[in-house]
T-cell receptor, first 110, second 118 residues
Framework: EDQVTQSPEALRLQEGESSSLNCSYTVSGLRGLFWYRQDPGKGPEFLFTLYSAGEEKEKERLKATLTKKESFLHITAPKPEDSATYLCAVLGVGRRALTFGSGTRLQVQP | SAVISQKPSRDICQRGTSLTIQCQVDSQVTMMFWYRQQPGQSLTLIATANQGSEATYESGFVIDKFPISRPNLTFSTLTVSNMSPEDSSIYLC???????????????FGPGTRLTVL
């Protein structure tokens, strides 16, 4: 059974204070690891898909990295508008739908 | 990316009643997924909706409680039947990316339907 664990559950940062969110996973065969952003009352917004260990992807202040056991979402010099819940999910071999972690609620204070 | 709309965006319902949620996609897709997000929780897959065949349900979810229709390649409905307060959740539909919805490298979500059961 695919499993995804995210930490921390919640993170409060000052504007400009860089940090990382962690996503640990177990999956029989990884087809992709997904990161989403979810704002209150809205559906998840797709950010990245990573496929193999060592891969990195960037979007504005966000950079996602992947190892064989975990992924990190690095947030560089965050701004208040980066406040949201960040969700990690995996797609395993033979599966077509995602298995999600419980998310990290990020709050960036001005 | 696919543009997905859901109706209603929110509803407040009485115990014992049923609500049908609609999901419309702006392009034809092979599969559509229905997820539930309970308050403060992450997303849990309810079922996969296939056009022209029965939906495939995940463990813990049954057709009598969550009947699904998929009449064509751009539309699906999820009904939450005989509702109880425990059914209060956000219900989300999702589709794969790529032409025809055949790329699982991206998966896109609708805005969700926020259901409150009293």
């Amino acid at each position: 059974e695919d499993q995804v664990t995210q930490s921390p559950e919640a993170l409060r940062l000052q504007e400009g204070e860089s940090s990382s969110l962690n996503c640990s996973y177990t999956v029989s065969g990884l087809r992709g690891l997904f990161w989403y952003r979810q704002d209150p009352g809205k559906g998840p917004e797709f950010l990245f898909t990573l496929y193999s260990a060592g891969e990195e992807k960037e979007k504005e202040r966000l950079k996602a990295t992947l190892t064989k056991k975990e992924s990190f979402l690095h947030i560089t010099a965050p701004k208040p508008e980066d406040s949201a819940t960040y969700l990690c999910a995996v797609l395993g071999v033979g599966r077509r739908a995602l298995t999600f972690g419980s998310g990290t609620r990020l709050q960036v204070q001005p | 990316s696919a543009v997905i709309s859901q109706k209603p965006s929110r509803d407040i319902c009485q115990r014992g009643t049923s609500l049908t949620i609609q999901c419309q996609v702006d392009s034809q897709v092979t599969m559509m997924f229905w997820y539930r997000q309970q308050p403060g929780q992450s997303l849990t897959l309810i079922a996969t909706a296939n056009q022209g065949s029965e939906a495939t349900y995940e463990s813990g979810f049954v057709i009598d409680k969550f009947p699904i229709s998929r009449p064509n390649l751009t539309f699906s409905t999820l009904t939450v039947s005989n509702m109880s307060p425990e059914d209060s959740s956000i219900y989300l539909c999702s589709v794969p990316g790529g032409a025809g919805g055949n790329s699982y490298n991206e998966q896109f979500f609708g805005p969700g339907t926020r259901l409150t059961v009293l």
